[in-house]
């Protein structure tokens, strides 16, 4: 397999380093240095919120609210290359696929490479990356008596989650009422709001 194809960026992210050069909302090279410079010092601090509020108010002093996406794009950038340990050549070849400029790719590597080492650090204090949801099966009964309880009469979803791990398949069973479904499907709908409303700032 071809080492550049591995390194793979979400559309957002890529849509984001194409607009560095944008005729419309061009970034200058001052700009850009102080968004990596951001960058590299959140992602080589252990976070917490009032820094991240102070980051979002350094940003909007120095560059504006618009360049914050920015911001979010290069630190899943910085985040992608340090934890899959990508090269500099398929870092150099992703930002060249991407029409960035010879001077900010030499830039961005170098910010890169002095700063790799201890963003992998900081990575591995949060462990390996939790398993992600690739499927999801259901099948809805009706529960009409239990051994315990006697007569109940109600509906019982039985979920299971099919979830990826390094390569492999795992299961994650459950039952839940309806309303308990619901009350789930509700809280994961507030936390994709709150995802919405922070990539908006």
Known sequence: MDEISVFELSSVVQNDLLSLNDAKTPVSLDEFDVLLQIVCDTLTEIPNTHQSINVIKKLEEKLGRQKIQLYTSLSSLFIKAASEKVSTNQLEAKLNALNCSVEQITRLLKMFSTN????????????????????????????????????????????????????????????????????????LKDACQSVKRVALL
Do not use: C, M
């Open 116 to 187: 790799q080492s201890k963003i992998q650090a900081i990575l591995k204090l949060y462990g390996p990356s939790p398993p992600k949801l690739v499927d999801v099966n259901w099948r809805l009964d009706y529960q009409v008596e239990t051994n315990t309880r006697g007569p109940v009469q109600k509906l019982i979803y039985f979920i299971d989650l099919i979830l990826e791990d390094k390569g492999r398949r795992e299961l994650l069973s459950f039952t839940a009422s309806h309303a308990e479904l619901e009350d789930l499907v509700n809280t």
